[in-house]
T-cell receptor, first 119, second 108 residues
Framework: GAGVSQSPSNKVTEKGKDVELRCDPISGHTALYWYRQSLGQGLEFLIYFQGNSAPDKSGLPSDRFSAERTGGSVSTLTIQRTQQEDSAVYLC?????????????????FGPGTRLLVL | RKEVEQDPGPFNVPEGATVAFNCTYSNSASQSFFWYRQDCRKEPKLLMSVYSSGNEDGRFTAQLNRASQYISLLIRDSKLSDSATYLCVVMSFNKFYFGSGTKLNVKP
């Protein structure tokens, strides 16, 4: 079956512009995560959606970052007034909901990422 | 203090060698543990989950020590294709914390 897809794969933008990144999770996966990874660094958690619950936005670095998940499926991450330090790979992952006593739902499947370069 | 800490390496080993990575985590209430592998300019992919009793998958063995809050990954008979960055991942209440990764270079 299809994995997690992200678009665009690469995005070059000018400082101050807004960008929108898209993630299509695996069908049936209720949990969706956004991370970013700077060159040579680990993954930085940004935001987490679980079903219809309020998202966990605790990782968003500033109010220029926002994300939506429409209909429990596709998600968009929006960065307003981009800065050069926003340049990174933005990764989306999805997983099945974790059920009590089960571990198989926890595996995260990652999309290929969007490489964002802010000039 | 970071939630998950790993030695960044790189570990440079010859083919056929055995290599071990450790990872420590700070939250004693962490519930699940994983090793992911990330190739250069690629997304992370699950290598294996880590179970309390330890588990093995072919040449890979993972162990968890809750008392000392560390996780280990052992790779036996290293192959050139094992060259990658290995990410230690800890889950606490549906949030995943990633280590910065340990880079492995397997040389002929």
């Amino acid at each position: 079956g299809a994995g997690v897809s992200q678009s665009p794969s690469n995005k070059v933008t000018e400082k101050g512009k807004d960008v929108e990144l898209r993630c299509d999770p695996i069908s049936g996966h209720t949990a969706l995560y956004w991370y970013r990874q700077s060159l040579g660094q680990g993954l930085e958690f940004l935001i987490y959606f679980q079903g219809n619950s309020a998202p966990d936005k605790s990782g968003l670095p500033s109010d220029r970052f926002s994300a939506e998940r429409t209909g429990g499926s596709v998600s968009t991450l929006t960065i307003q007034r981009t800065q050069q330090e926003d340049s990174a790979v933005y990764l989306c992952a999805s997983s099945l909901a974790r059920l009590a006593g089960e571990s198989t739902g926890e595996t995260q499947y990652f999309g290929p990422g969007t490489r964002l370069l802010v000039l | 203090r970071k939630e998950v800490e790993q030695d960044p390496g790189p570990f440079n080993v010859p083919e056929g060698a055995t290599v071990a990575f450790n990872c420590t985590y700070s939250n004693s209430a962490s519930q699940s543990f994983f090793w992911y592998r990330q190739d250069c300019r690629k997304e992370p992919k699950l290598l294996m989950s880590v179970y309390s009793s330890g588990n093995e998958d072919g040449r890979f063995t993972a162990q968890l020590n809750r008392a000392s809050q560390y996780i280990s990954l052992l790779i036996r008979d290293s192959k050139l294709s094992d060259s990658a960055t290995y990410l230690c991942v800890v889950m606490s209440f549906n949030k995943f914390y990633f280590g910065s990764g340990t880079k492995l270079n397997v040389k002929p």
